[in-house]
């Protein structure tokens, strides 16, 4: 979640939705994201909605246990909003994502909690995908087999380099061995599906620290891996000092060469892209996030957390006190929505599904759109067959200017 939500329009105190938004909810597949606002420390690139325990100080209703009672009271709310509509039944939920922040500085048995609230609450669908992160300094293999029982199958590992003088430059405090323990604890506890993040182009990296993060990171066997170019967002202690000349720059060209050393690596060692920033093995791309990819539904718990449902997007009040008092009094904890109209959403699926590999439906363009497919096919940039456009490697480092290309 970034710093600065987009402008809306006012929310319904009570959270309900137009009834277009909630038809045919049971044709779709629903998802449930639960942000954890609490962070050991602040990393100096972050910009999501993050608070340490100095942060919230003793802040009415900011406590973990206020977090904890509040978000129940959210999938409460949740629950009687999506049954408004009597025809439609309460969605099953087929993945959950337990983001933030770091959802594993709450105790196992809090996050077990709230998974079992999701469960009595929504109930989940079979070989349903639950998913936490982690930063590596934040979990135990005690902690990591209770997980397992409680129904966690699959780890997202903040892993972000294993460089030393990298990690130091994004203010991460675990060492570079300790990514590895966790990981051979996470498979001996019984995760079906282990995932790395990695950041490249950090000020000071080389290439060959780029190619060492990678190539450590294979060593570990991972299911998944993400890899996200850093960017600098204004506010954050990173941008401060790259603007004091303490830290070099950011070169959109480096890391243009930093993604296809990424591809090099990644499909050599046999991971296969599905979405620009992410490769995964067979069977182990991560359903919660091709669900957003995708536009599909899914419901966004917790301080300022994002979601959407049926052309429907709203955003949560963002300090855990506001959110808190909120839903103690009985009220919806949206700040603001947005109700999308056709056009609207067929933008967003042309920006959103573009960047998967399986590409976007032709049918989707209108008539202008699709006939400057030909120049982009031409340029080398897409495949155009079976009725989809897919972005060749080259195209996928000009994805968004591509969308733009197409779209104006």
């Known amino acids: 979640m970034p710093s600065v939500p987009p402008e809306g329009e006012p929310a319904p105190a009570d959270g309900a939705l137009p009834p277009q938004a909630l038809a045919g ?14 962070c050991a420390v602040r ?28 978000v129940r009271r959210e999938l409460e709310l949740a629950v009687t909003v999506l049954a408004a509509d009597s025809q439609q039944p309460v969605p099953a939920v ?7 922040g770091t959802p594993t500085l709450l105790a196992t ?10 469960r009595d609450t929504f109930g989940l669908v079979p070989g349903a995908e639950i998913t936490t992160e982690a930063n590596p300094e934040s979990v135990d293999q005690r902690g990591l087999e209770q997980l397992v029982a409680a129904g966690f199958n699959r780890l997202s590992l903040g ?14 405090r675990h060492t570079p061995g300790r990514v590895g323990q966790v990981v051979g604890w996470a498979r001996a506890a019984g995760f079906g599906s282990v995932s790395l993040d990695l950041i490249y182009g950090s000020p000071g990296e080389s290439r060959a620290d780029w190619r060492t993060s990678l190539r450590s990171a294979l060593d570990l066997q991972p299911d998944h891996l993400s890899a996200y170019s850093l960017i600098v967002e204004p506010g954050t202690r990173l941008a401060a000092r790259i603007r004091r000349g303490e830290l070099p720059g950011i070169d959109d060209d480096v890391h243009a060469e930093y993604y296809l050393v990424a591809e090099e690596e990644l499909t050599a060692a046999g991971l296969a ?4 920033s992410n490769w995964a093995r067979p069977g182990h791309a991560c359903r919660h996030n091709l669900a957003y990819w995708r536009g599909g539904n899914w419901w966004g718990v917790g301080p300022g957390a994002h979601s959407h449902v049926g052309g429907v997007r709203w955003w949560n009040l963002r300090h855990p006190s506001r959110y808190s008092a909120r ?7 949206a700040e603001a929505r947005e109700v999308l109209d056709d056009q609207q959403r067929r933008v967003e699926r042309v920006l959103l599904e573009l960047r998967l590999a399986e590409g976007l439906e032709l049918a989707v363009l209108t008539p202008t759109e699709a006939r400057r497919v030909p120049t982009i096919v031409a340029a080398g940039w897409g495949l155009a067959d079976a009725g989809r456009l897919r972005l060749t490697l080259p195209g996928r480092l000009l994805a968004d200017g591509i969308v733009r290309d197409l779209l104006d």
């Open 327 to 333: 839903l103690a009094g009985g009220q919806s904890p």
């Open 109 to 118: 048995d809090e996050l077990a909690g709230l998974l079992g609230a999701v």
């Open 25 to 38: 909810m049971g044709e779709r597949t629903f998802s449930l994201y639960l942000h954890v606002p609490f």
């Open 159 to 172: 892993m972000q380099s294993s460089v030393p003088h990298v990690l130091q430059v994004l203010d991460r």
């Open 273 to 276: 892209w599905y979405e620009v």
């Open 43 to 70: 990393c100096g690139y972050c910009d999501f909605n993050t608070y340490t325990a100095a942060e919230l100080g003793s802040a009415p209703g900011a406590s973990r246990q206020a977090y904890l009672d509040a």
């Open 94 to 100: 087929d993945t959950v994502f337990f983001g933030g």
